[in-house]
């Protein structure tokens, strides 16, 4: 997820010998590059549908992670906010470099922007800030109880810390580096994880290589060792989803995206060779990530580096998809409702995980004698009578996804734009 919107980047105007220049390439120098907020949006809505079905035990498969090794196309969210944070990263700093600033004040631009966004997911994390459901072993807990209850086993990171993280880490190890020392920091550390997850033995078990979903491994042992088992996601019993180890790779991710937008912003070359030189990069590192599955399984939960070059890889050629659509042919008539999600994200990622906590977990109704989420009512009272099963989780997934792309028009209308 980018946590600014993409500085204007004005693709270059046909050489003026040129007898054959559309009218619309002509105006697109003077535009910004909207396949990338729209590459954004598609994102966003896509994580909004995969985050909110009606029931989570009614899924179709494409809409569920894969259990561990492997991937489906709902796995191909996370690694695009990251690449995309890398490319905006990038434009982002470059064109601050380029009015004037100093490197000093770049540096803290990026601290101080990843740190903001580790804050906010922790502040999400904990919302409501106290313990909703009761306090374990404390009948009349009061509110004091829950209180510190929810701080105690408050989940340290997730996926804005990630991003936040990410992105600090990512932004400081590229700023105002050369192309060539980039490149050999991405190895660096696609190679060095590589070797963490498979020659380092996990301290006090001798298990060597992440393999085994329910194993003690390197990556549970630190996120238990430093974080403490409080404070770990609550649906897993050794490790973080978006742990400490594997941040290595999402890390990675986001250079990806660093060297990404180095080649989109170079604007010496014709946008559509820009284009093609994206693409056939991102179907190289598809190629090459399915290549080293066979050795390093792609697996999201640990961001193998696997994982990481696959899924750079697909979002490379997704988003020269958009640019060739968008920028070279001028097919913008679908682009409208991915604009509207694109340049707000941190808005739809933040209000519609406050929403979904409140319906899915805090507030509840009374249903057939008992007190339920009101989520759940309203699906089994409204979706469920209408379609199949799998079918009404679905609807109630794209209802929240239209819920909030009305929400989202109302700010977009007025130009409010959330930014970090």
């Known amino acids: ?105 770049l540096r803290m631009q990026v601290i101080r922007r990843g740190l903001t966004i580790v804050l906010i997911g922790m502040a999400l994390s904990a919302f409501p ?82 393999i085994d979903v329910g194993a003690l491994t390197l990556q549970a042992w630190l996120d238990q060792l430093v974080l403490g088992a409080d404070h770990i996601y609550a649906g897993t019993k050794y490790w973080d989803p978006e742990g400490i180890l594997s941040t290595l790779g999402a890390v990675a991710s986001v250079i990806t995206g660093v060297l990404a937008g180095r080649w989109i912003a170079s604007r010496e070359r014709p946008l559509i060779e820009r284009v093609a030189g994206l693409f056939g990069a991102g179907a190289i590192a598809a190629v090459v990530g399915l290549c080293w599955h066979w050795s390093l399984p792609i697996n999201k939960n640990l961001w193998t580096p696997s994982y990481v070059v696959f899924m750079s890889g697909m979002g490379a050629m997704s988003l020269a998809t958009c640019m060739w659509l968008i920028e070279e ?4 008539a679908w682009t409208g409702p991915f604009l509207v999600y694109g340049m707000n994200p941190i808005l739809a990622f933040v209000g519609s995980g406050i929403m979904a906590r409140c319906i899915y977990t805090i507030f509840t109704a009374e249903w057939h004698g008992k007190a339920v989420p009101v989520q759940k009512v309203i699906f089994e009272s409204v979706f469920l009578p209408l379609l199949p099963v799998k079918d009404a989780s679905l609807l109630f997934a794209a209802t929240f996804v239209l819920t909030w792309f009305g929400i989202l028009s109302v700010f977009h209308r007025k130009r409010w734009f959330l930014k970090v």
């Not at 490319?87 to 982002?92: C, D, E, F, N, Q």
């Not at 700023?175 to 020659?199: C, E, H, N, S």
């Not at 042919?329 to 913008?332: A, G, H, K, R």
């Open 129 to 210: 800030f106290y313990q909703w459901n009761g306090v374990p072993g404390t009948p009349n807990a009061g509110l004091w109880d829950k209180i510190i209850y929810r701080v105690a086993h408050l989940r340290v990171l997730g996926v804005l810390p990630r991003i936040g993280w990410s992105y600090l880490i990512a932004g400081l190890l590229t700023l105002q580096a050369p192309l060539k020392r980039t490149v050999l920091m991405l190895v660096a550390l696609l190679y060095g994880y590589w070797a963490l997850l498979t020659l380092v033995p996990t301290p006090g078990t001798g298990i060597t290589g992440e």
């Open 1 to 105: 997820m980018a946590t600014t919107l993409a500085p204007p980047i004005p693709a270059p105007a046909h050489d003026a010998g040129e007898p054959d220049v559309p009218a619309h390439s002509k105006q697109r120098a003077r535009e910004r590059l909207k396949s990338l907020d729209v590459f954004r949006g598609m994102t966003v809505a896509g994580m909004l549908l995969v985050n909110n079905p009606g029931t989570w035990s009614a899924i179709y498969e494409p809409l569920e992670h894969a259990p561990w090794h492997g991937w489906t196309p709902t796995d191909l969210i996370f690694p695009f906010f990251l690449f995309i944070v890398g490319i905006t990263t990038h434009l982002s700093l470059t064109e601050r470099a380029a009015r004037g600033d100093s490197v000093a004040a």
């Open 329 to 332: 042919l001028d097919v913008t």
